[in-house]
């Protein structure tokens, strides 16, 4: 006759809590651009803002001129292209 293993009781099914309304999952962003703060902002951040922006600028005008300069290099490639093998 085959011997079984006594098996351990299960333990008792734990009643799930109900997280609070507050929750929020860690990473997630509720917000949807509207400002937390109240008042008037203060000097300094005000200078932080402006050279943010500042440099936000700089990296797209950066970034418009490689657009330009990269497609105008795709057109005259085409147009030397063209001129070398000829139709």
């Known amino acids: 006759m085959a011997s ?3 098996t351990t009781p299960r333990p ?7 997280r609070p309304t507050g929750y929020r999952a860690r990473g ?3 917000r949807l651009g509207y400002s937390r703060a109240a008042g008037a902002p203060s000097a300094a951040l005000e200078r932080a803002s402006l ?3 500042a440099f936000v600028a700089k990296d797209f005008r950066r970034l418009a001129l490689t657009v330009v300069i ?4 795709l057109v ?3 147009l030397v292209e063209s ?3 000829g139709r």
Request: aromatic content about 0%.
């Open 83 to 85: 001129a070398v093998l």
């Open 70 to 73: 990269a497609l105008a290099l």
């Open 51 to 53: 050279m943010e922006r």
């Open 28 to 30: 997630s962003v509720t």
């Open 12 to 18: 008792p099914e734990r009643d799930v809590a109900a």
């Open 76 to 78: 005259a490639a085409g």
């Open 4 to 6: 079984r293993r006594a």
